[in-house]
């Protein structure tokens, strides 16, 4: 069965890339229609997301994801998807910026069987799946932590600061009520806001780059 959608859905998605910035090869919209079927095929038994239609698996997921992008300086980073789930932001971000080496952690196996079955279908040599929670994690150390899951500033600091590197820091995507949880940051802990539109939708996203005291 084809992975290409149609033409509405392709010209959605281009122009969204558009607004991003970003380079709307043939590889990528490739890619991501690929994604896009497997996330529904596999979302029928493994309730990966609670979206249905083409348009918000687009939007809300694809380029939620790709937003990210916006406080990703460029470079050749080491890049963790805490909670990654359905392997968002990471696999967005790994498709369209294949110089990152980008881990996925998460704890689910039902959806770490998922990501490593992205990984193969979309070749991408720079992404690696790690099954385990965020707190356990010892042994490795990255440049940047970035996560959609439901964590707040305060115990995301608290469950996944060890894994970043000296210089390192977290992305988080917020909404309008950030500011109710970087008011409980603790005094010294340096952080900066970058507000972006959402591709698609009249939203604002706020990216939350906390940096490691």
Partial sequence: MTAEIDQKLRNLFINGLNKLEIASSDIIISSF????????????????????????????????????LKAIPDGVWSICDVGSGAGFPGIPVAIVRPELTITLIESSRKKCAFLRQIKKILLLKNTDV?????????????????????????????????ILKKDGFFILNKGPRFEAEIKYLSQGVKFAIIKVLLPGTSLQRNLIKIYKL
Avoid: M
């Fill in 33 to 68: 229609e690929q994604y896009l079927y497997e996330l529904k095929k596999w979302n029928r038994a493994y309730n990966l997301t609670a979206l249905k239609t083409d348009e918000d698996i687009i939007v809300k997921h694809f380029f939620d994801s790709l937003l990210y």
């Fill in 130 to 162: 790690l099954e385990a929670r965020v707190e356990d994690v010892k042994d490795r150390s990255f440049d940047i932590a970035v996560t959609r899951a439901l964590f707040n500033v305060k115990d995301l600091i608290k469950k996944a600061g060890h």
